[in-house]
T-cell receptor
Framework: AQSVTQLGSHVSVSEGALVLLRCNYS??????LFWYVQYPNQGLQLLLK??????LVKGINGFEAEFKKSETSFHLTKPSAHMSDAAEYFC?????????????FGQGTILTVHP | SQTIHQWPATLVQPVGSPLSLECTVE??????LYWYRQAAGRGLQLLFY??????ISSEVPQNLSASRPQDRQFILSSKKLLLSDSGFYLC?????????FGPGTRLTVL
């Protein structure tokens, strides 16, 4: 079974500051990890994903995340926040085997960006 | 390229009325399909998933049902809505473990 913990349901940063959204996972099999972003009243948009290979993954809108197996973490970062980054962010994990690609989501982190 | 459609975008229904939400995917074949509900303060809850026509698995016992009459069509239904069915319903499709989401349907049950 898999689980995801997102530390901090709300994160607030100033425009231009570093964005760091934390995600820790638990998985009994090698995980595939994802970050999604959701703007109000919209569906989820895939930001980036880790499956295999390079542990530093770059996504859209200047975001990146690093898979750290020893820390069971997949934190999302962006060097400089923009007002348009204000949204809710979800970390998710899927395991192999017969999971049929079923994602397990974290509870989400709402990012607020102040001018 | 692949696209996913959901309709209606918003819906207001009285308690006890029936429900039918539709999701269609274009540009891919034999996708896995999923229905999620997002209720206030409760995160994303997987309701149903399907790996093929007529193959539906339920994740949570509830007042809802799902059907997949065609390869790229996924329908969420209810015979009698409850207040607790209110929420934002998201359809998703996947190939090779990456899920892509539709725009969602906002359902309000009064």
């Amino acid at each position: 079974a898999q689980s995801v913990t997102q530390l901090g349901s709300h994160v607030s940063v100033s425009e231009g500051a570093l964005v760091l959204l934390r995600c820790n996972y638990s998985s009994s099999v090698p995980p595939y990890l994802f970050w999604y972003v959701q703007y109000p009243n919209q569906g989820l948009q895939l930001l980036l994903k880790y499956t295999t290979g390079a542990t530093l993954v770059k996504g859209i809108n200047g975001f990146e995340a690093e898979f750290k197996k020893s820390e069971t973490s997949f934190h999302l970062t962006k060097p400089s926040a923009h007002m348009s980054d204000a949204a809710e962010y979800f970390c998710a994990v899927v395991g192999g085997g017969t999971s049929y690609g079923k994602l397990t989501f974290g509870q989400g982190t709402i990012l607020t960006v102040h001018p | 390229s692949q696209t996913i459609h959901q309709w209606p975008a918003t819906l207001v229904q009285p308690v006890g009325s029936p429900l039918s939400l539709e999701c269609t995917v274009e540009g891919t074949s034999n996708p896995n399909l999923y229905w999620y509900r997002q209720a206030a303060g409760r995160g994303l809850q997987l309701l149903f998933y399907s790996v093929g026509i007529g193959q539906i698995s339920s994740e949570v016992p509830q007042n809802l049902s799902a059907s997949r009459p065609q390869d790229r069509q996924f329908i969420l239904s209810s015979k009698k809505l409850l207040l607790s069915d209110s929420g934002f319903y998201l359809c998703a499709w996947s190939v090779q473990d990456t899920q892509y989401f539709g725009p969602g349907t906002r359902l309000t049950v009064l």
